[in-house]
C-alpha cells in the first residue's frame, strides 16, 4: 500500500539545525510533488514547503522560507527537509504529504515530532 | 500568508447537515479550482475528504460535499453520524504557489 513514514525528529536547542526524512513506499515517487506540513501542539495545520517531482522547482511558506530547505532523492524515494536556525516556534509534529493534483494531499505520513528547547 | 478563516465550531444532531465555511481571498480560494477539504481525527494525520473543490476521493462519503462561491468555499456533512466528530481544515493554492490552510473547525455531534 502507499506509504509515506517520516524519521529524524527529536529534542533540539534553539539556534540548532536537525534533518527530517520521509521515505516513500508503493507508489512511484519520482512521479509525484510533495510537501512538508507541520502542527504545534494543539494547534492547526501549516503548509511549509513543496518540491517537484523532478526537484527542479522549491516553495517555502514565509515562516520558514531562508532557514529550511526541502530536498529529494528520487534514487532512494525519499525527501528531506533540513531545518536550520530552528526557534521554539519550530516546535511541531512535522508531516510529509503527496500531490497527485495541486493541493491534492492525498497520503499523508504519520509525522515525526521536532521540539526545540533549551 | 494568513491562515484562511474557518468557524472554530459548529455542531449538529444525529442526522442533520451542517456547513464549514473558508474565507480567503481573490489570491487563494477566489483565483483558483485548488480546494480541498481535510478531516483530523485526535492523534492521527489529516485524511483527504475532498479536493479541487468539489471532488470526493473513492471511499469518502457521500454525505461530504465541496462547493465554492467568490473567495469563500464550503463543505457540507449531511446525515451527520457519530463517526464525522473531528477537526476540519481547508487549503487552498494561492496566486505565489505557496498553499494555505484554514484555522481549522471542530465539529461536535450533539
Known amino acids: ?118 | 500568508q494568513s491562515a484562511l478563516t474557518q468557524p472554530a465550531s459548529v455542531s449538529g444532531s444525529p442526522g442533520q447537515s451542517i456547513t464549514i465555511s473558508c474565507t480567503g481571498t481573490s489570491s487563494d480560494i477566489g483565483g483558483y479550482k485548488f480546494v480541498s477539504w481535510y478531516q483530523q481525527n485526535p492523534g492521527k494525520a489529516p485524511k483527504l475528504i475532498i479536493y479541487e473543490v468539489s471532488n470526493r476521493p473513492s471511499g469518502v462519503s457521500d454525505r461530504f460535499s465541496g462547493s465554492k462561491s467568490g473567495n469563500t468555499a464550503s463543505l457540507s456533512i449531511s446525515g451527520l453520524q457519530a463517526e464525522d466528530e473531528a477537526e476540519y481544515y481547508c487549503n487552498s493554492h494561492t496566486s505565489r504557489n505557496l498553499y494555505v490552510f484554514g484555522t481549522g473547525t471542530k465539529v461536535t455531534v450533539l
Open chain 1, 1 to 118: 500500500q502507499m506509504q509515506l513514514v517520516e524519521s529524524g525528529g527529536g529534542v533540539v536547542q534553539p539556534g540548532r539545525s536537525l534533518k527530517l526524512s520521509c521515505t516513500a513506499s508503493g507508489f512511484t515517487f519520482s512521479n509525484y510533488g510533495v510537501h512538508w506540513v507541520r502542527q504545534a501542539p494543539g494547534k492547526g495545520l501549516e503548509w511549509m514547503a513543496v518540491i517537484w517531482s523532478d526537484g527542479s522547482t522549491k516553495y517555502y511558506s514565509d515562516s520558514v522560507k531562508g532557514r529550511f530547505t526541502i530536498s529529494r532523492d528520487n534514487s532512494k524515494n525519499t525527501l528531506y527537509l533540513q531545518m536550520d536556525t530552528l526557534r521554539a516556534e519550530d516546535t511541531a509534529l512535522y508531516y510529509c504529504t503527496r500531490d497527485p493534483t495541486p493541493g491534492t494531499f492525498d497520503v499523508w505520513g504519520q509525522g515525526t515530532m521536532v521540539t526545540v528547547s533549551s
